[in-house]
């Protein structure tokens, strides 16, 4: 089955092969609040098993999302995501995390601290954006991903790459969206192999016509 990772056309070029102007569009898109996509994924690019379970995913000891949690005050997912991460006795809606879930339809019953969207992505991040506030996580799916990567509203990957190959699951990108290209700005091996990498959306300005 082909891997849903080799959908993604990532740029394997290092820091210093990119222009100045690549690396004047990663120091701009720091002046508005990033959309951050993070998550863990198997080698072969899944996200999860095709039943949705996590299992493969683990935390080395050595590692710590504490440095991640203090750049972001939003977290946005896709409903399953939700569901799977109640499931693993999962907890949001904290009074520092504000908590958006992309929904086609009303839950059932509400959720303190959650607020379900049903709107575009792109106009919702339009709307957080106006406001003050930190980075904003999304936390996936794969599908919530794609419709995110088609807006162009990601700005940097933060991926726990982990050592397995699962053979079939969930995507992490599934098929469907423009070419994006992404520098690699930070990696880190952890024990037991996890591999923490870092890139950031490099955004190419169209030339003016004369």
Wanted: charged letters at 25%; a positive charge.
């Amino acid at each position: 089955m082909a891997s849903g990772f080799s959908k993604t056309r990532f740029s394997t070029r290092s820091s210093t092969e990119y222009t100045v102007r690549d690396r004047v569009a990663i120091r701009l898109s720091s002046l508005v609040r990033k959309v951050v996509l993070g998550l863990g994924i198997s080698i072969d690019g899944y996200i999860a098993r095709l039943n949705g379970a996590v299992d493969f995913l683990f935390m080395p000891k050595d590692y710590s999302m504490a440095p991640f949690f203090k750049t972001i005050d939003t977290a946005i997912m896709g409903r399953k995501t939700l569901d799977v991460a109640l499931k693993m006795g999962g907890s949001f809606g904290g009074s520092s995390m504000a908590t958006y879930v992309f929904s086609r339809s009303k839950p059932a019953s509400e959720r303190d601290g959650i607020v379900f969207v049903n709107e575009s992505p792109a106009m919702f991040i339009s709307k957080l954006r106006e406001r003050r506030g930190k980075n904003i996580w999304l936390m996936g799916g794969g599908e919530l991903a794609r419709d995110f990567l088609k807006a162009d509203l990601i700005d940097e990957l933060y991926l726990g790459l982990v050592p397995v190959l699962l053979g079939e699951g969930i995507p992490l990108f599934p098929s469907g969206f423009p070419q994006r290209d992404f520098a690699l700005v930070e990696n880190k091996t952890y024990s037991k192999g996890l591999i923490a990498l870092k890139y950031a959306r490099v955004r190419k300005k169209s030339r003016r016509k004369s």
